[in-house]
């Protein structure tokens, strides 16, 4: 990730804190006006918003600490561990919701103050929507999962905010009470799902995934294509760090090409990857023809 790059997402990180807290805050009061077990779970949810951008804050600026000495491959997974935690933290927010709309469904009451309840909640979705898009984005451009992943919860939680104010309008319009509570455990059903998304994301990051199949043909193209001068391309191996991606294989060259020669194909090739994959981290294995090929294989294009 480029010097800007890192500088855009600490401080989306940054202003993720006073946003969060605002939202929380408008979500707290319609329910507090209202009384809706419902609304209460959106402001629970929003409340994990809140602890999740600080945890993210703090994350991103330590990933994008440079190698030193103890982490010569540099601190980039540490932002898996920011989206794993985010992760947990949404279903437990889960869990809470449900345990809420079970006490209330021997009991539901319909909701006090309706009308400015769901207009305070209403602008809270829309400010979340927004945010949500624009981290969403900024996160996959500059491969940051912390920053994605804080971006999808909140989007879950715009989801879960839209279904709670349908609802809630079902509810006044039909005068069953009973949808608050039933609303508030299907919502609840939702984050669930949103928060394993984010943990097995996250997860496949820790265990050194590949990238995904589209990159690694982007990647192979490359090799392809730039490989001129050499017998072949074997053991191709990528994995995912954070914002970074590594790239190793291993290069079968003649074996009377000169040190010279094999360099600078080996040049060559770093500048094609990252140009196709930017940021790309790559080591390259030369040697010589008669090795036995193994691993994933790329058949160089010849010259014509």
């Given at each position: 990730m480029s010097d800007e790059g890192n500088l855009t997402v600490r401080k989306l990180a940054f202003w993720g804190v006073p946003v969060s807290l605002g939202v929380m805050g408008l979500k707290m009061v319609a329910w507090w006006v209202t009384g809706s077990v419902?609304?209460?779970s959106d402001g629970l949810e929003s409340f994990v918003n809140v602890v999740a951008a600080f945890i993210a804050f703090f994350?991103?600026?330590?990933a994008q600490k440079p190698a030193d000495h103890d982490h010569p491959f540099g601190h980039h997974k540490a932002e898996y561990l920011s989206a794993v935690t985010e992760g947990v933290m949404i279903v437990v927010a889960a869990l809470l919701i449900v345990e809420a709309a079970i006490g209330q469904l021997a009991n539901p009451r319909m909701l006090e103050a309706p009308v400015l309840g769901l207009a305070i909640n209403f602008a809270a979705g829309v400010v979340n929507a927004v945010?949500?898009?624009?981290l969403i984005r900024s996160g996959r451009k500059h491969r940051s999962a912390a920053l994605t992943a804080d971006g999808q919860h909140i989007m879950s939680d715009v989801v879960t905010s839209v279904g709670v104010l349908i609802g809630l309008l079902l509810a006044l319009a039909t005068g069953y009470a009973i949808?608050?509570?039933?609303l508030a455990i299907l919502v609840a059903l939702n984050i669930l799902y949103q928060g394993w998304k984010v943990i097995s994301h996250s997860i496949g990051g820790l265990m050194d995934q590949a990238v995904e199949p589209?990159?690694?043909?982007a990647i192979k193209q490359a090799i392809a294509t730039h490989a001129t001068g050499s017998i072949g391309v074997h053991d191709l191996k990528t994995r995912r760090a954070g914002s970074v991606t590594f790239v190793d294989f291993h290069l079968v060259v003649p074996a009377k090409m000169t040190v010279r020669e094999a360099h600078d194909i080996c040049d060559r090739l770093e500048d094609a990857i990252r140009a196709a994959h930017a940021g790309a981290t790559i080591a390259i294995h030369v040697e010589p023809e008669g090795?036995?090929?193994h691993g994933i294989r790329v058949k160089?294009?010849?010259e014509a």
């Open positions: 419902a609304l209460l994350v991103i600026r330590y945010w949500a898009q624009l949808f608050d509570p039933v589209q990159e690694e043909e090795e036995k090929a160089v294009i010849k």
